[in-house]
């Protein structure tokens, strides 16, 4: 918050620069810390600056609302790199067909494939002999 305590700086010194009593200097720091918070100012105290006044207190204001927003978006971005990093980084790409939808493959009806009951009873097979060699 030290761009907030400088703007508040550089407000007050644009309404101290007409002399006025402490009492008033307090009262229009209160006014101030207001037009910071809501980012509003009071028709009636815009008529009391001259143009100049008005111009740095505008560009003031704008600086504040980038500020502001640049706060924000860091905010915004430190959590959504949180939030990337809890997600798992694992992923499934689906192979497409020409038509454009998932391809899938159904063993054994293919063109060409061994028919399902050999293949099944040839991994089991296979899955016996390594048992079998593990034993030993």
């Not at 620069?17 to 509003?40: F, N």
């Not at 980084?89 to 939808?101: I, P, Q």
């Amino acid at each position: 918050m030290r761009g907030n305590a400088q703007f508040k700086r550089l407000l007050i010194g644009l309404f101290v620069l007409a002399s006025v009593g402490p009492i008033q200097r307090a009262r229009l720091a209160k006014m101030l810390q207001q037009v910071l918070q809501d980012m509003y100012v009071d028709p009636a105290v815009l008529e009391q600056l001259n143009e100049e006044q008005r111009q740095i207190l505008f560009l003031k204001m704008r600086q504040e609302q980038v500020r502001r927003w640049k706060e924000r978006e860091e905010k915004a971005e430190s959590e959504e790199k949180k939030i990337n990093k809890t997600e798992s980084t694992k992923r499934v790409d689906w192979l497409l067909g020409k038509d454009g939808y998932v391809w899938v493959w159904v063993m054994g009806e293919a063109r060409g494939d061994k028919p399902y009951k050999q293949i099944g009873s040839e991994t089991s097979a296979e899955a016996r002999c390594l048992k079998m060699i593990k034993k030993w």
